[in-house]
């Protein structure tokens, strides 16, 4: 199965700042996903991210907010903009794998103060 | 939209011991998935099923898919400390999307 590298595994940002999540994945893929889990939640869907078009949305989330690059088949980042504390969550990025499932990245886990 | 519920929510077992945790699913499963995770960390892939009936089995895990393909259990055989963490369940929404269920926090007591 795919090989997810993530980074950083967690930081702690100032309110009004922006924090870059990364991941790197060790095969070239159509599609990538970015997550979050807020503090007790399970995963909510951010965006899929696919390479050489703008990525797509789901309701409640905005490029503004959210800004997400793929420029290539094997390399995401999504960029968490002007960061309130109700940002603090714990960030992954997938990628659908087949029969291996989907596989995800070791995850950001964000604190905002 | 899909939406699944896991039961229990939170489960604590003394080592050694068997225990289920399920998932329903509101809609038909085309693809159910499980996953573990540790506090904190990322998802670790344990299996997918996808047939109505179909079996899987790794280690001490065995997950199953009902015939009606609306819901899934998980089943740990003589549980162990290593067995912690949080499952959740997912399946597979339209255009590739994964919905997930809110997860079940499982604790083995030594």
């Known amino acids: 199965s795919a090989v997810i590298s993530q980074k950083p595994s967690r930081d702690i940002c100032q309110r009004g700042t922006s924090l870059t999540i990364q991941c790197q994945v060790d095969?070239?893929?159509?599609?990538m996903f970015w997550y979050r889990q807020q503090p007790g939640q399970s995963l909510t869907l951010i965006a899929t991210?696919?390479?050489?078009?703008?990525?797509?949305?789901e309701s409640g989330f905005v490029i503004d907010k959210f800004p997400i690059s793929r420029p290539n088949l094997t390399f995401s980042t999504l960029t968490v903009s002007n960061m309130s504390p109700e940002d603090s969550s714990i960030y992954l990025c997938?990628?659908?794998?087949?029969?291996?499932?989907?596989?995800f990245g070791s995850g950001t886990r964000l604190t905002v103060v | 939209s899909q939406e699944l519920e896991q039961s229990p929510q939170s489960l604590i077992v003394q080592e050694g011991k068997n225990l289920t945790i399920n998932c329903t699913s509101s809609?038909?499963?085309?693809?159910l998935y499980w996953y573990k995770q540790k506090y904190g960390e990322g998802l670790i892939f344990l299996m997918m099923?996808?047939?109505?009936?179909e079996e899987k089995s790794h280690e001490k895990i065995t997950a199953k898919l009902d015939e009606k393909k609306q819901q899934s259990s998980l089943h740990i055989t003589a549980s162990q400390p290593s067995h912690a963490g949080i499952y959740l369940c997912?399946?597979?929404?339209?255009?590739?999307?994964?919905?997930f269920g809110a997860g079940t926090i499982l604790r083995v007591k030594s």
């Open positions: 991210a696919n390479q050489g078009s703008e990525a797509t949305y």
């Open positions: 099923l996808q047939k109505g009936g």
């Open positions: 095969s070239q893929v159509t599609m």
């Open positions: 809609k038909t499963l085309y693809g």
């Open positions: 997938s990628v659908d794998w087949g029969v291996y499932g989907y596989t």
């Open positions: 997912g399946a597979d929404n339209e255009g590739n999307k994964l919905v």
